[in-house]
């Protein structure tokens, strides 16, 4: 079975939040379920700065906290490596949302549950209806998704080309990969 | 059911697989959520695609839509379109949002005695409507009429034709408060109002004021990346880093308002030098040797003192720019730093093309092109003729001479109501209130009109104003008319309608003006609809209305642009100029010289200067609850002020600070960043809505255009919108 991932280029990203908005529409997410976060830094002092935009997201770790805390079950690894959340299952307690490191679970006001990234391209890709994930969204191809375990797949040529890494180390073993 | 169904069956068909995988995840993604509907689909369920075209800025791009059981789920940029290219941007996806905007305007309006709107039939609206325009022309001729629309496939058609007909010149777009003066000032050079940068075979591009990736157009980010990746110089002349710096090799912070400064030091130095396309100059222009005179004066020592950019810096600029020639050019610009916002715009557009002109690019394989465009043809069908041309002249037209026509300066036409020369105005599309000039002073004017009717889909701050409000449909909601898009490559696509109406008194665009056209007695220029009109002009091109609804987007290959020679300029000498009469006449210059802004900050006074976010368009996507939201996450309301400036006021990063001039005073947080030239304040053009009927834009953040003085730039008619300085303090120091 693939063991997906995803590889986010910031020297690509210019921070235009089209990945959120797209994610939002596919999803048909609230405007406060927001699966992306963005982190910005700033270096270098006037007038020689460079500009990083980060977007954060579920990791998918396969050492996945939330899983680990969750009393109901409700976040759990999927037979796929997807971290999953069992809407019918949570109870809302937030503990999840406590021990993420990444601070990407996101609270839905609505339903009382927590909800997150769900690596929505995999739908989108085996349906073949493309629709408008992030990956498919960013105006400058810097998402790429695909199998891990895969090393003709277009991320794993990536990762081994550009030396991609999680964004915390060895942590959680994150799915997601980041070139800076 | 629209041609272009996907049966239910045959959708599912290709994904049964995912279903059950993404099942067992326990969420519902997009294909299990397709199948639950397919069982409670009593009304006949369906997935359809319709091509549109996005209504959350100017670019219009292209995307097909998804609508499920008559609801809009999805949008996905539509490959062949010229701008889209496939993708949007977060403005794209949020603004579609507005057709089910819990604030749209669902009925027309009256303004009663007490100030407070209500209801009325569109009937009762018509002839009252009709009923005043009647006795306006009747005292004082239809000129004392004047319309201001943004422009928009149908809007500019049946706007201008509404005031054609009714014997009215004074059809105004929002330029003034946009593009005006970039457009003007780079026709009286080389003869048309803008050009486009082959930015992806460039060597260097320099981008004065103007951020792709803060105004996205899809295409033109991805022009930008291709040409960043190929190594091209690029350049960002900006006072704030913007977002572009990512695909950006140097910033270079120049003072706001100094940008014509800077284009004539480079111009000298090419000059000096003798580093310019001497060829090109002795074949295709006329005054360079007035010009190269006059920019004896300005040697890049002069410029420093004026941009603040090191003398070293600008010479180094010139001579890249000599070398890279002629696969270079200073990209055109739309708003940014000279579209509207200073007393020397229309000069620093004029410069511009000059420069472009020394290089040699026009063109030239990544230079300055001018691309082809093709429009429809003459209609035999003599519905369509078009109403006689009036006869009087735009209302403001004498006074800024050089604004272009085709635009006006819509500032003029809002003077005009203080003596009473202008006593109705419609407005489409338009938020002038809010957007254009200071706000108090366009309440003021405004408020002296005799009739004001705003067609709108939300209450804008200039729908406050108004006696009368026309509730439009969502752009989601009907056909307009095919939209010509010049480029390479030229086009033409369509908007068509996605969805059912949603509020049922709500009525498109064409349909208003018309049935008002009919009330107002010139009935019989609008006796056609509009995809009648739609199919005629695309007939006129070999196409049909069918035809481009299946595509969305068709092309005309055989009017591809090659690079070469250069063009045929179309002023009037058919030469680029160096000089020009008109702009003599107009009290300028003949040959562009340095002109002052209007104000420079003194002491301890910022200029202050706004700009784009990637997720808003003007006042206009405030109100979209998936955009607001991101404002809100990251605290985008923040003005920007340099490190250093703010450590000298004592301001910290996330301090209230009220921010003050001669106009209005404002608190907002600030955001004290290495990203900001030291002699401006930064405040997103977005925020500060007033209209308490948008309530999720309502009183979030302040508004420029508080803070802008009323003052127009002489001859070109822009709105001066940078003019303005301010001081910043923290609350409570």
Known sequence: MARYGMLINTKKCIGCYACRVACQRQNDLLPTQDFIRYEEHETGTYPNVAIETVPLQCMHCEDAPCAAVCPTGAAYIGAD??????????IGCKYCMAACPYQVRVHNEKTGTVDKCRFCTVSAETSGTKMCSCVEACLTGARIFGDLDDPASDISKEIAATNAQPIAGDLTKSKVFYVR | MSENAITRRSFLAGSAGAVALTAAAGYMGFDAWEQAHADDASGGGETKTVHTLCNACSSKCGYTAYVVNGRLTKLIGDTDHPYSKGKLCARGYGYSQIAYSEDRLTDPLKKNGQGKFEAISWDQAYSEIAEKVRAIIDADGPQALAMVQDPRPSGKYYTKRFMNALGSANVYTHGAACNLSKESGMTQAIGTGSYSSDVANSKMTMFIGRSYADAIRPSSVVALQKAHEKGAHIVLVDPRCNNSRVFADEWVPINPGTDLALVLAMSNVLVTH??????????????????????????????????????????????????????????????????????????????????????????????????PSVSAGKLSDERFADPKKPEGKQVGAAEYPLALSSMGTNLAAAQAAEDGTVKGM???????????????????????????????????????????????????????????????????????????VVHPNTRPVDRIFSELAEACGVGEYFRFGVDELADAQLQTVGLSLDALKQTGTAHFPEKEFAYGTAPKFKTPTEKVQFTSEACEKAGLSAAPVWVEPAVMPMGDELRLIGGKQAIHSHTQTANIEDLMQITKDYDLTRVWINADVARRLGIEDGDEVEVSNTQHTGRVRAKVTQRMNPTALYMPSHYGCSSPDQHTAYEVGLRQMDFVPFHLEPAYGGACTQEAVVTVKKVGA
Do not use: H
């Open chain 1, 81 to 90: 490596g997807i971290v999953g959340v069992d809407e019918g299952r949570c």
């Open chain 2, 274 to 371: 003798g580093r310019y396309d001497k060829e090109f100059v002795a074949a295709n222009t006329v005054g360079f040797d007035e010009w190269a005179k006059e920019l004896a004066e300005y040697p890049p020592e002069w410029a420093e003192g004026v941009t603040g950019i090191p003398a070293d810096t600008i010479a180094r600029l010139a001579m890249e720019f000599a070398e890279a020639a002629p696969a270079a050019s200073i990209e055109p610009s739309w708003r940014g730093a000279f579209g509207c916002s200073y007393e020397n715009s229309g000069e620093t557009a004029r410069a511009i093309c000059l420069f472009n002109t020394l290089l040699g690019c026009w063109n030239q394989k990544g230079g300055a092109l001018f691309t």
């Open chain 2, 426 to 500: 419609f407005f489409y599309n338009s938020n002038m209130a809010a957007g254009y000039s200071n706000t108090a002073k366009l309440a003021e004017l405004l408020g002296k009109l005799d009739l004001m009717v705003v067609v709108d889909v939300q209450m804008s701050e200039t729908a406050m104003l108004a006696d009368y409000v026309l509730p439009d449909t969502s752009y989601l909601e009907r056909l307009e008319l095919p939209e010509f898009i010049g480029g390479k490559v030229p086009a033409v696509a369509l908007r068509d309608q996605v969805i059912d």
